[in-house]
């Protein structure tokens, strides 16, 4: 992959740290195949074997999960805008109909009527503000 030491440390030089542990890993594996090898250095070479592999093994699902949380994040944005459109569209058909009704009815029935859906209404966006409240909270809004 790396034939030179010129391209080994080009590629360490743009950040590619990709090479350095399959690099490393080569190596371990050509010093395994030698015969002259003690069994410490052979369980030298295994445990750092073994390490390498964990260090890969790490970096695969930390950028596993940095793909998938920046996907619940776009999901989840999306959501609240969708909640955001729904509660001003529910709001503003609300007020239509208190209108109307206050059309509808002779005053006083239609003040009682109005209040009181007002006041309906003003508990559900309290309660609709407060779960949108706690979903921007739940996630980092940039």
Same mark, same amino acid.
């Given at each position: 992959? =790396?034939?030179?030491? =010129?391209?080994?440390?080009?590629?360490?030089?743009?950040?590619?740290?990709? =090479?350095?542990?399959?690099?490393?890993?080569?190596?371990?594996?050509?010093? #395994?195949?030698?015969?002259?090898?003690?069994?410490?250095?052979?369980?030298?070479?295994?445990?750092? /074997?073994?390490?390498?592999?964990?260090?890969?093994? +790490? @970096?695969?699902?930390?950028?596993?999960?940095? @793909?998938?949380?920046? @996907?619940?994040?776009?999901?989840?944005?999306?959501?609240?805008?969708?909640?955001? @459109?729904?509660?001003?569209?529910?709001?503003?058909?609300?007020?239509?109909?208190?209108?109307? #009704?206050?059309?509808?009815?002779?005053?006083?029935?239609?003040?009682?009527?109005?209040?009181?859906?007002?006041? +309906?209404? /003003?508990?559900?966006?309290?309660?609709?503000?407060?779960?949108?409240?706690?979903?921007?909270?739940?996630?980092?809004?940039?």
């Amino acid at each position: 992959m =790396y034939g030179n030491t =010129y391209q080994r440390e080009y590629s360490r030089a743009r950040g590619d740290a990709a =090479y350095d542990t399959s690099y490393q890993l080569k190596i371990i594996e050509r010093e #395994l195949k030698k015969k002259d090898l003690t069994a410490g250095e052979r369980s030298n070479l295994l445990a750092a /074997e073994s390490t390498l592999k964990k260090q890969v093994q +790490l @970096k695969v699902l930390k950028q596993d999960a940095r @793909k998938s949380i920046e @996907k619940l994040t776009q999901q989840t944005r999306e959501e609240i805008t969708r909640i955001q @459109k729904r509660n001003e569209k529910n709001g503003d058909e609300l007020k239509f109909i208190q209108d109307k #009704l206050a059309d509808a009815f002779e005053s006083r029935t239609a003040k009682a009527v109005q209040s009181w859906m007002r006041n +309906l209404r /003003e508990e559900k966006l309290e309660e609709q503000t407060g779960v949108l409240a706690v979903c921007k909270e739940s996630i980092r809004m940039d």
